[in-house]
């Protein structure tokens, strides 16, 4: 599957930015859809994931409460809300894709979109 992910942009503290990842190719609906992040100098972080019926959505500490994770099977496409954003959520964004139940470990995705960026200023 290919992705494409969309929506980041300059925000300032406290705004909200929603970020787009449109699939293409095989099945959309069979995968987990995962949301990483890299700052840099930093390692890839999970977000968010949900997985193929776009139940259970799962998210890190510093994500709950804050991002909300909702997929659109007949859209092909995987929404990360982003609300109260905070400086040190400064990062690329990374949409991810892979076969059965979501993991919260980059290295078990098999599809990964170009990366946007989310700048959150102070």
């Known amino acids: 599957v290919q992705l494409q992910a969309s929506g980041g942009g300059l925000v300032q503290a406290g705004g909200s930015l929603r970020l787009s990842c449109a699939a293409s190719?095989?099945?959309?609906?069979?995968?987990?859809l995962g949301w990483f992040r890299q700052a840099p100098g930093k390692e890839r972080e999970f977000v968010a994931a949900?997985?193929?019926?776009?139940?259970?959505?799962y998210y890190a500490e510093s994500a709950k409460g804050r991002f909300t994770i909702s997929r659109d099977s007949a859209k092909n496409t995987v929404y990360l809300q982003m609300n109260s954003l905070k400086p040190e959520d400064t990062a690329v964004y990374f949409c991810?894709?892979?076969?059965?139940?979501?993991?919260?470990?980059?290295?078990?995705?098999?599809?990964w979109g170009q990366g946007t960026l989310v700048t959150v200023s102070s």
């Open positions: 190719g095989r099945t959309f609906s069979s995968y987990a």
């Open positions: 949900i997985n193929w019926r776009g139940n259970s959505p």
């Open positions: 991810a894709a892979r076969s059965g139940f979501y993991t919260t470990y980059p290295r078990s995705y098999d599809s």
